[in-house]
């Protein structure tokens, strides 16, 4: 069983009880971006929210409606049950993406292995609309990641996945863009107070994300001018959006904002 499917295949209530929290939570539509309560990772798509206006609680989709096991087909040995705090007493991290484990968690008492709720829920293949460019979740990549220039990736001895172009010439690690979007949120270029997130008329958000992909693929210079990289530009903005919407959902003025900042810098 495709390990999105049993997510997919629940209805989304516009309020539910959750066990992690005394109040009713209430879905909430794109907006500012946040810090999930329950897994403690970035969220920029739709919440749930504590139905009281002086309550920050806030989760994912995903860790709002979990469910108590649930296989993954990376790890057929594997079989994993939710939890809101990782058992034992040691430190623990995602074996999707390497990352700390600092809250909800997916884990198999079998195997030791854990998940995020958001990386379980990962979609196996990713396209855009008109179905040009499709991406694949791979535990092993046949190229080295747009941002670390590496093949693997090993954090915390983790070897986590990737997203794979269907021609396997470009390919982004989970964790690598984890990273580029927290290096962003940390220096403040997403605003954590008003209710959505504003850019200027006067940037075309098309634009923006084309320079970024270059700076991101190229590394800049002046051959970014050259027709060449300007179709394979192209390409890297359509790439970026799809991992992008995958990992943290996909508000466009979170989009625009990131790649305003990425090219300004």
């Keep these: 069983m495709n390990s999105f499917c049993?997510?997919?295949?629940?209805?989304?209530?516009?309020?539910?009880?959750?066990?992690?929290?005394?109040?009713?939570?209430?879905?909430?539509?794109?907006?500012?971006?946040?810090?999930?309560?329950?897994?403690?990772?970035?969220g920029f798509g739709s919440s749930y929210c504590c139905e009281n206006s002086w309550c920050e609680y806030i989760l994912h989709e995903e860790c709002a409606n979990v469910v108590s096991s649930v296989p993954h087909r990376f790890f057929p040995?594997?079989?994993?049950?939710?939890?809101?705090?990782?058992?034992?007493?040691?430190?623990?991290?995602?074996?999707?993406?390497?990352?700390?484990?600092k809250g909800f968690v997916y884990h198999c008492s079998n195997t030791g292995n854990d998940l995020h709720p958001r990386c379980l829920n990962l979609k196996d293949t990713i396209s855009d609309e008109d179905g040009c460019?499709?991406?694949?979740?791979?535990?092993?990549?046949?190229?080295?990641?747009?941002k670390c220039k590496h093949r693997k990736v090993v954090?915390?001895?983790?070897?986590?996945?990737?997203?794979?172009?269907?021609?396997?010439?470009?390919?982004?690690?989970?964790?690598?863009?984890?990273?580029?979007?927290?290096?962003?949120?940390?220096?403040?270029?997403?605003?954590?107070?008003?209710?959505?997130?504003?850019?200027?008329?006067?940037?075309?958000?098309?634009?923006?994300?084309?320079?970024?992909?270059m700076v991101m693929v190229q590394g800049g210079g002046s051959s970014r001018r050259s027709r060449t990289i300007k179709m394979w530009c192209k390409i890297g903005v359509v790439v970026f959006k799809l991992i992008f919407s995958a990992i943290f959902g996909n508000p466009i003025s979170a989009m625009v904002t990131l790649v305003e900042a990425l090219v300004s810098n």
């Design 6 to 42: 049993w997510f997919q295949q629940q209805i989304i209530e516009d309020m539910i009880d959750h066990r992690s929290h005394p109040h009713p939570l209430h879905l909430k539509p794109p907006g500012t971006p946040y810090r999930c309560s329950g897994c403690r990772e970035l």
């Design 77 to 101: 040995k594997s079989y994993f049950e939710f939890y809101e705090k990782a058992p034992g007493n040691r430190a623990r991290y995602c074996d999707a993406c390497g990352k700390d484990v």
């Design 133 to 146: 460019v499709t991406l694949k979740l791979c535990q092993e990549v046949p190229s080295k990641c747009v």
């Design 155 to 213: 954090e915390n001895k983790i070897e986590g996945w990737s997203y794979v172009s269907s021609m396997g010439n470009c390919c982004y690690h989970v964790s690598c863009f984890k990273d580029l979007i927290l290096e962003n949120w940390n220096k403040g270029y997403f605003s954590r107070e008003s209710n959505s997130i504003q850019v200027s008329d006067d940037h075309d958000p098309e634009s923006q994300l084309a320079l970024t992909s």
